[in-house]
């Protein structure tokens, strides 16, 4: 029940407004406010009608005439459909069904546009007695190849074809004709339907759709229709009821996925049933589906009813709902206080909306307390938010910069006419040009199928290929990047690839070993499959610069390839562009100038002057404009529009040392971020940065991230996602990581590629911390796969291994020399040290171990005690983050025998202030050239180096220092182990107390470990493999997984076959699993191939047997 509104003048906030949006799908009804007539078109209905007569011209006869369709149907039909004289309803509705049963979709839609051939060669009453007639047929159970009896269906629950969303449009056209039909005639038609409802059911159902206005008909179809019991006809009758009974009666039959596919259904639902909806969309809601929410949340929004608001209220943490609730707030301000003053305040997203409703109406509200219309708590609120508000300390407009007060979009632009200079070509040569290294790179990439594929008789492949011209659509690929030389040479210039698997690295691989001769396979494959576009980058010809410049524009998904090819081959794009970018109006103008702009931008505004001025002064005039304007000017034709949900009284106020940001300027702010692209930032955005408080603006764009989740993540504003690349901070990717990490489980594999650039871009020691963390470890291989991939390019960049950029990437955590962190609360202090699991803990002055780092109180330092406590928080959430990786990180090392050099050591291991807390409880070899062993150490307290027998000992600059593994550690062992006991120390993984195998006697002739085979296992313990460097394989058909494997180097692998196997996303659903194999293979073997490709356990060093047997007795034991 709705609440009485306020006294006085306030807005009527009662009455039912029907949504222009609704109009444009809804079946009218008579009566309806500003119903017009429509515009009925003969000749387009005509068109459409030559259209299907000539995608099927024969079959509308072959149903008419099929043996089982009603013989009276075949008569009417068929006299209609050759134009005999005297034509029937009847006639016209089984050629409407017919064509409907036999065209393929896209022309089934158009079948509305017969209505219009009725209405305009036989009039009106023609027209509504065909639909009562549609109404009473259907197409046959018989099922044909190409065509399907029709007849006549009478009982009640029958089913009939009208309810069809082409059929019922059609009789919408109809029912719309009727609507707007003089009195006189509407009268006479509805005479005439009622004595077709004498004739059964389906007839009396197609009156109360053409006549919805007849609530004595709706009344008595809806009752008739409970008996019934067909939830065909309760969508038709959903589209006429108007009172409370007949939604009643109506909407428990209904299925919400109706809806989904057809709008006019919903919103002629709305339009007739008003408020009384609102059951009816919140049990459809209930559903829990996002497509439902999407499609009921603005119409409950818009029923102007306490119970609809409330509705949005209680969900307002649910995808989707929040964009919907300001939309009604904005429609109805004052229900939109009165109900959210009435929340708890302790609801923050409900409070923030509070804030920004009053903020937004400030003078209603105000009007609201002083004259008493709401309850005193509430009245407090609002009061609370408008002294809060003018309590804010604005930095004033004359100490910000012009960017933040006046930006470009605020003011008039003019609008220079472009000279248009045609006929310029650009002639270049295509060119083939290596980055350093990529060639090499290019051609040793491995793709799923190189094990079995090397196999292939590469001879035949051709013959087939040739013979067939194609070839099948993955050997294909692999003819060209794997066969010989010989054979693929003489057809890679004639090979156009439209379809290929793993279309990337394949067409990499073609191009390092065919070099310029396979540029016309790689351009015909990146227009084909968007995947195999980085297959161009060492190109530059004019036919690449106009892809890249398309797709710079066009292709959210290949602008970053884009631009990098733009900016890695300027000179020879500009020149290409530049006859574009003068030329004739249109797509390929703006995109050569969008082209040009970005290489402008990316620093090389001379190789576009310089390539303007080599088509002549007319062209280099006309091009300078683009080279001149100030980047802060460079502004879209249409600039983008704010959403509600992004407004800034929502956000947290960025601040600078005179105050905080006007909210015009936290607009401003928010008009930049939109008119951002990820890789390419508004220029103005810098000015921003310098200007105004980084935590803050950190924080702003954090609350704009969560404001565009609530608002269901819309791929049009994911500007507000990427922001976190151009404000973000070390806090913001503390907090995103565990999203990105979570994203691909939920159908978000995109959108976590996308946090991963973010990550890049933020780019301080803590992100790519992170970064390299999802690297190493993550549960979906896909974002595992591009982390390492961005990982590479900031290795490449920095010319390193990626271990070695792993080593760098530790941050010191503001940790002393001494590995500790001292907390200054003031009066008293705090030390913070680290365990052997790199867990802290907190001593006080005199040493003694605290349970917890104590809050601040009373007598501490205001400013500094809570910073200090802030920084500790900051501190475990960080290396919470990193401990078990640089754990792990070391056990790997020890097993895979990484080694670093003498300065290494010194500098990223010993010298870390956080790493050196495990560094010094591990013992350390000193290997030679060859890789034996010749010495041992551990690094003491005070980083001094000590043996065995606690000598001190020197390392070298050109030493080599590695783990040390207790396998090389032979008679060194129980001394080193006795010296570990002797200091307490305890060690963070196990080493000299480490379990060791060795091969049985025969194992080393085998490839595989037959101890482990028909081991049955569950399901669950196996896992615990991925934690030991393993990691499950390909997924196949219907999700499946059937081993486990982990790389050995050389080319191999160790593989875990297993049956039945895993299902991704419910790896218990098979309990129990049965090792089939534990064996030793060649990479790239595919799994239906294994036993073809394996080598033998002996060719493994020792320590990779043994970490190998004791991983799987682990999870076997």
Not at 537 to 546: D, N, Q
Not at 848 to 859: C, E, I, N, S
Not at 935 to 946: C, H, I, K, Q, Y
Not at 990 to 997: A, K, S, V
Request: some cysteine; proline content about 7%; hydrophobic content about 45%.
């Amino acid at each position: 029940m709705t609440a009485e509104k306020p006294a006085g003048t306030l807005p009527d906030e009662d009455a039912f407004v029907i949504q222009p949006a609704w109009l444009r799908t809804r079946y009218a009804r008579r009566g309806e406010p500003g119903l017009k007539s429509r515009k009925v078109d003969g000749d387009k209905a005509r068109a459409v009608l030559a259209e299907f007569n000539s995608a099927a011209p024969s079959r509308v006869r072959r149903v008419l005439e099929h043996p089982k369709t009603d013989p009276e149907i075949t008569a009417a039909g068929l006299a209609y459909h050759l134009e005999e004289p005297d034509p029937t309803p009847a006639g016209a509705a089984a050629v409407a069904l017919a064509w409907h049963s036999v065209l393929n979709f896209e022309h089934a839609e158009k079948v509305p546009a017969l209505a219009d051939l009725w209405l305009t060669r036989h009039g009106l009453r023609f027209a509504v007695e065909a639909v009562v007639e549609l109404f009473t047929m259907a197409v046959g159970e018989e099922r044909g190849s190409s065509n399907w009896p029709l007849h006549y269906v009478a009982a009640t629950p029958a089913r009939f074809d009208a309810h069809k969303k082409a059929l019922l449009d059609l009789a919408g056209r109809v029912r719309h004709a009727l609507a707007t039909a003089p009195d006189e005639e509407y009268r006479e038609i509805v005479a005439l339907l009622a004595a077709q409802r004498e004739a059964g059911f389906l007839r009396r159902l197609a009156t109360s759709f053409l006549a919805p206005t007849e609530r004595a008909w709706v009344d008595a179809d809806t009752v008739e229709l409970v008996t019934a019991g067909a939830d065909s006809h309760a969508q038709v009758l959903l589209t006429s009821v108007s009172t409370k009974e007949q939604v009643d009666r109506v909407v428990p039959m209904v299925e919400p996925w109706w809806m989904l596919y057809h709008a006019a259904l919903l919103t002629s639902f709305l339009i007739g049933a008003g408020v009384h909806a609102l059951p009816g969309l919140l049990s459809w809601l209930n559903t829990q589906a996002a497509e439902y929410a999407k499609r009921f949340l603005p119409a409950i929004g818009a029923i102007p009813t306490d119970e609809a608001f409330a509705a949005l209220l209680d969900r307002v943490d649910e995808r989707y709902v929040l964009p919907e609730l300001q939309a009604a707030a904005a429609r109805f301000p004052v229900r939109a206080i009165r109900l959210l003053t009435a929340r708890p305040a302790t609801k923050r997203t409900l409070s923030e909306l509070l804030h920004a409703h009053v903020l937004a109406h400030p003078e209603l509200a105000a009007r609201l307390v002083d004259e008493g219309a709401l309850p005193e708590a509430s009245a407090a609120r609002v009061r609370d938010v408008l002294a809060r508000a003018a309590d804010v300390d604005e930095a004033p407009v004359e100490t910000l910069p012009p960017v933040l007060v006046s930006p470009p979009w605020t003011a008039r632009r003019t609008v220079r006419k472009p000279t248009v200079i045609t006929g310029l070509t650009c002639a270049d040569e295509v060119v083939l040009d290596w980055a350093p290294g990529e060639a090499e790179a290019w051609s040793t990439l491995r793709f799923e199928q190189m094990g079995w594929a090397a196999k292939l008789d590469w001879t035949a492949v051709s013959a087939d290929r040739q013979r067939r011209r194609t070839g099948t659509w993955f050997r294909t690929g692999l003819f060209f990047a794997m066969a010989p030389l010989s054979l693929t040479l003489p057809q890679i210039g004639t090979w156009v690839p439209r379809d290929l698997w793993e279309p990337s690295e394949i067409m990499r691989v073609v191009v390092a070993r065919h070099g310029i001769v396979a540029y016309p396979a790689a351009v015909a494959a990146a227009k084909a499959m968007p995947q195999a576009a980085a297959a161009l980058l060492p190109f530059t010809s004019p036919e690449v610069a106009t892809l890249m410049a398309e797709w710079y524009s066009r292709l959210k998904s290949l602008r970053t390839l884009a631009l990098t090819w733009l900016t890695r081959h300027p000179v020879s794009a500009a020149r290409a562009l530049v006859p574009a970018a003068v030329g004739k109006a249109g797509t390929d103008r703006r995109y050569a100038e969008s082209a040009l702009l970005a290489i402008v931008a990316a620093g090389y505004p001379d190789a576009v002057r310089m390539a303007a001025r080599s088509y002549g002064e007319e062209v280099a005039a006309e091009v300078e404009p683009l080279i001149t304007t100030d980047p802060l000017d460079r502004l879209p034709a249409k600039m983008p529009v704010i959403p509600e949900w992004a407004d800034p009284a929502l956000l947290p106020r960025p601040r600078t040392p005179a105050g905080a940001l006007p909210l015009d300027s936290a607009r401003h702010v928010l008009t930049m971020l939109a008119l951002s692209r990820l890789a390419e930032p508004y220029p103005g955005l810098e000015i921003v940065r310098e200007t105004v408080d980084r935590r803050s603006l950190a924080e702003f764009a954090w609350g704009l991230f969560r404001r565009w989740q609530a608002a269901g993540m819309p791929s049009k504003e994911a500007w507000a996602f990427e922001a976190l690349a151009h404000l973000g901070d070390d806090d913001v990717v503390r907090r995103l990581t565990p999203l990105l990490r979570a994203w691909p489980g939920e159908g978000g594999h995109a959108r976590a590629v996308t946090g991963l650039e973010i990550l890049s871009m933020i780019g301080t020691d803590v992100a790519l911390m992170h970064l390299h963390g999802i690297a190493q470890k993550v549960k979906f291989k896909g974002l595992k796969d591009r982390a390492n991939e961005k990982m590479a390019e900031v290795a490449a960049a920095l010319e390193l291994r990626p271990e070695q950029l792993a080593d760098r990437l530790l941050p010191d955590f503001g940790l002393d020399g001494s590995g500790s962190l001292t907390l200054d609360y003031g009066p008293r202090r705090f030390v913070v040290g680290f365990d052997e699991q790199l867990k802290p803990f907190v001593t006080d002055e005199a040493g003694k171990r605290v349970k917890a780092l104590p809050k601040p109180g009373a007598r501490d330092d205001a400013e500094l005690a809570p910073e200090a406590y802030r920084r500790f928080s900051g501190l475990k959430k960080d290396v919470r983050t990193v401990a078990s990786d640089q754990i792990r990180r070391l056990e790997q090392a020890m097993v895979d025998g990484r080694r670093w050099t003498g300065p290494e050591f010194a500098r990223y291991l010993v010298g870390h202030p956080l790493l050196v807390h495990i560094v010094r409880r591990v013992v350390w070899g000193v290997y030679d050239a060859g890789g034996a062993l010749t010495g041992t150490l551990r690094v003491a307290e005070d980083r001094s180096f000590a043996d065995v027998d606690d000598a001190p000992v020197t390392v070298p600059d050109d030493a080599t220092i590695g783990v040390a593994h207790p396998l090389t550690l032979g008679d060194a062992l129980p001394g080193w182990a006795e010296v570990f006991a002797d200091y307490e120390i305890l060690q963070p993984f196990p080493q000299l107390g480490r379990e060791t195998f060795r091969l049985e006697p025969g194992e080393r002739q085998r490839a595989d470990l037959a101890r482990f085979a028909d081991v049955t296992v569950p399901a669950t313990r196996l896992l615990g493999l991925e934690r030991r460097g393993w990691r499950r394989g390909e997924v196949g058909d219907g999700g499946h997984q059937g081993w486990f494997e982990r790389d050995l180097g050389d080319d191999l692998v160790m593989m875990v076959h297993m049956d039945p196997g895993m299902a991704v996303g419910a790896v218990d659903y098979f309990p129990e699993q049965r090792l089939v194999e534990v064996s030793v293979e060649k990479a790239g073997a595919s799994y239906w191939q294994r036993g073809k490709n394996k080598t033998t356990l002996g060719d493994l060093d020792e320590i990779q047997v043994s970490e190998i047997i004791r991983d799987v007795n682990e999870v076997t034991a």
